[in-house]
T-cell receptor, first 113, second 114 residues
Framework: ELKVEQNPLFLSMQEGKNYTIYCNYSTTSDRLYWYRQDPGKSLESLFVLLSNGAVKQEGRLMASLDTKARLSTLHITAAVHDLSATYFCAAPISSGSARQLTFGSGTQLTVLP | NAGVTQTPKFQVLKTGQSMTLQCAQDMNHEYMSWYRQDPGMGLRLIHYSVGAGITDQGEVPNGYNVSRSTTEDFPLRLLSAAPSQTSVYFC?????????????FGPGTRLTVT
């Protein structure tokens, strides 16, 4: 059974600081997804990481994937208040369920002025 | 394109009542799925479908039924609502196959069972 674990679950950081969210998954997966969710809203796709060593960047967010370590990271550079949200990573179940996603518990990020 | 739409946005049920959550997509996606989101637990897969007439169970299927008669629609039925089914329900769709296809999520239905 695929398990996806994120840490930290809660993150409070000052504007301008850097931080990293970690996503570990328990079985082999060839891709990893990152989503953002604002309070009371739906999920918005941020990144799809497709191979070992993949790195993608969008603004102040950079995501990477290490399939050998079964680890993905979401790095936040010089945080701003607009980045306050909950971030989820998800990996596809590799067999039997048409590659539906298993989600981590989410990291609730609060950026303080 | 409207994308993935869900109705209703909010619903309050009494224990034992039944209801159907509606989900529709206009992107001609073969794959559709239902997730529930509870505080601190991320999203968990309830049921999914890989095409009209084909459905399967996810991680937490008990107490829910689905059917898929058309490509566009994928309703979720609660047979006899229980307080444990209080949650936010999201429908999602994506293209078929093993490509890096993005899942598109609907706006969600907030269900409270008293």
């Amino acid at each position: 059974e695929l398990k996806v674990e994120q840490n930290p679950l809660f993150l409070s950081m000052q504007e301008g600081k850097n931080y990293t969210i970690y996503c570990n998954y328990s079985t082999t997966s060839d891709r990893l997804y990152w989503y953002r969710q604002d309070p009371g809203k739906s999920l918005e796709s941020l990144f799809v990481l497709l191979s070992n060593g993949a790195v993608k960047q969008e603004g102040r967010l950079m995501a990477s994937l290490d399939t050998k370590a079964r680890l993905s990271t979401l790095h936040i550079t010089a945080a701003v208040h607009d980045l306050s949200a909950t971030y989820f990573c998800a990996a596809p179940i590799s067999s039997g369920s048409a590659r539906q996603l298993t989600f981590g518990s989410g990291t609730q990020l609060t950026v303080l002025p | 394109n409207a994308g993935v739409t869900q109705t209703p946005k909010f619903q309050v049920l009494k224990t034992g009542q039944s209801m159907t959550l509606q989900c529709a997509q206009d992107m001609n996606h073969e794959y559709m799925s239902w997730y529930r989101q509870d505080p601190g637990m991320g999203l968990r897969l309830i049921h999914y479908s890989v095409g009209a007439g084909i459905t399967d169970q996810g991680e937490v299927p008990n107490g829910y039924n689905v059917s898929r008669s058309t490509t566009e629609d994928f309703p979720l039925r609660l047979l006899s609502a229980a307080p444990s089914q209080t949650s936010v329900y999201f429908c999602a769709s994506r293209e078929a196959g093993t490509g890096p296809y993005e899942q598109y999520f609907g706006p969600g239905t907030r269900l409270t069972v008293t």
